[in-house]
Nanobody, 119 residues
Framework: QVQLVESGGGVVQAGGSLRLSCVAS????????MAWFRQAPGKEREFVAS????????NYANSVKGRFTISRDNAKNTVYLQMNSLKPEDTAVYYC????????????WGQGTQVTVSS
């Protein structure tokens, strides 16, 4: 079982930056993919970015490309989401997720952290 704990959310003005962290524990993650999703009020949860723990290949939603960067620190078992040039439409609860690479769906989720971008 994988446990995920997010932190780093908050309130920021448009154009500002935040860095989210997700500490993973419970098992070796070398064969896992990690991701960030977000859910705004009244909207479906949507994919933001992902990274493979081994190898580090990344993938981004078009809406955040060039503004957000996902990375990992193997020594700290932590995944980060650096968010720059934030827009009001980035306001959402951000969730960290994990899946074994043999699976298609993410099956481990954190509790979420709120990000609010004011205009």
């Amino acid at each position: 079982q994988v446990q995920l704990v997010e932190s780093g959310g908050g309130v920021v003005q448009a154009g500002g930056s935040l860095r989210l962290s997700c500490v993973a524990s419970g098992r070796t993650l070398s064969n896992y993919a990690m991701a960030w999703f977000r859910q705004a009020p009244g909207k479906e949860r949507e994919f933001v970015a992902s990274i493979r723990w081994g190898g580090g290949s990344t993938n981004y939603a078009n809406s955040v490309k060039g503004r957000f960067t996902i990375s990992r620190d193997n020594a700290k078992n932590t995944v980060y989401l650096q968010m720059n040039s934030l827009k009001p439409e980035d306001t959402a609860v951000y969730y960290c997720a994990a899946r074994d690479l043999i699976l298609y769906e993410y099956d481990h989720w954190g509790q979420g952290t709120q990000v609010t971008v004011s205009s």
